[in-house]
């Protein structure tokens, strides 16, 4: 199990206008709790994973990246969130990281996801005063006949971008415009998305649709986590790459039984997981002997890489005698 923990932090940001002319672009932060669960205090280092269209340089980590965690201790990690002037209107989206600096690759945790909706600029304020009220009298009786028009023919709304939003949130969105829109989610190959993820949509962003129309949103399905308890450690790789998973880091178990075999896995079968993700196991390894006068010879509750583990196999699932000085 991943040695940090953060719960779920701020689900949108609001970001605040910097200047009057242009509200659409301003600046925000989100806090997180970052905990350390390790029975020992650790060295962690904390990043900003920008998702899709986002840019790492629009976020800024206030205080030290790499901080030191006490056994329980549970810090705030705020992260200053700046797009720049003239960021297309949208919805971006950012994840928060926090890695064990002494084993980076197999012990690291991150945020559910966070995010910040750029909305398009107001048009400026027409000039002279008098143009303006003689301009906004044409506005209303031209909006008002284009917007009649648009109801009673092609229904007027537009779809809005819904990709990589869950589908209970895109459901929700296009009900927003139209709420008599036909909505069918259909699932496309797992793209290594959080499982209910629209990975793509149809129609596509800004066209208009018409009253009744159909809307499909393509969804990432996930994969299954198969069952890998009882079988050896290289069967249960094999079953993890065959559903398009990722073995992670093995911890042993010294105890009675058949040796090399799994004994339990940190993600229970069946379980829908996004694609590539990191499923940990422990293996059972030969019991713990001990000599009098000598160290006890054992590999328990000891942590190891996929790679490292199958390195050592056999020192590991058999540790042997020491010899005698």
């Known amino acids: 199990m991943p040695s940090f923990e953060i719960p779920d932090g701020p689900t949108i940001i609001a970001l605040a206008p910097e200047t009057p002319s242009d509200p659409s672009i301003g600046s925000g932060t989100a806090s997180f709790s970052v905990t350390n669960r390790a029975a020992q205090g650790l060295a962690g280092r904390l990043s900003v994973i920008p998702q899709g269209d986002a840019r790492a340089e629009w976020f800024v980590l206030q205080g030290e990246n790499e901080r030191r965690f006490a056994i329980g201790e549970t810090q705030t990690a705020t992260v200053s969130v700046r797009p720049p002037a003239g960021t297309a209107p949208g919805t971006y989206r950012f994840r928060l990281r926090a890695v064990n600096v002494n084993d980076p690759d197999n012990d690291f945790t991150e945020s559910a996801v966070s995010g910040f909706e750029i909305k398009p600029a107001a048009p400026p304020k027409p000039f002279p005063w008098w143009a303006v009220a003689v301009a906004a009298g044409l506005v209303v009786v031209i909006g008002g006949l284009a917007a009649a028009y648009f109801i009673l023919f092609s229904g007027g ?30 699932n496309r190959d797992p793209a290594g998305r959080d499982p209910g993820t629209v990975i793509d949509q149809n129609p596509a962003a800004g066209e208009s649709l018409t009253r009744g129309q159909t809307v499909t949103l393509y969804v990432d399905p996930g994969v299954a986590v198969p069952a890998l308890t009882g079988v050896s450690l290289t069967a249960a790789a094999q079953r993890i790459n065959s559903a398009r998973l990722t073995v992670g880091s093995v911890t042993t178990k010294a105890q009675a039984g058949t040796v090399g075999d799994v004994v339990s896995q940190a993600v229970a079968p069946n379980t829908m997981v996004a694609k590539d993700s990191r499923i940990d196991l422990v293996v059972r390894t030969a019991p713990c002997r001990s000599i009098p006068g000598r160290p006890s010879l054992c590999f328990d509750d000891r942590v190891f890489s996929f790679r490292d583990f199958q390195a050592q196999r056999e020192t590991i699932l058999n540790p042997g005698l020491v010899p005698s000085p």
Not at 157 to 166: C, H, K, Q
Not at 175 to 184: E, G
């Open 157 to 186: 709304p537009v779809m809005p971008r819904v990709a990589e939003m869950a589908v209970p949130q895109a459901t929700q969105a296009l009900n927003d415009i139209a709420l008599d829109l036909v909505v069918v989610a259909e």
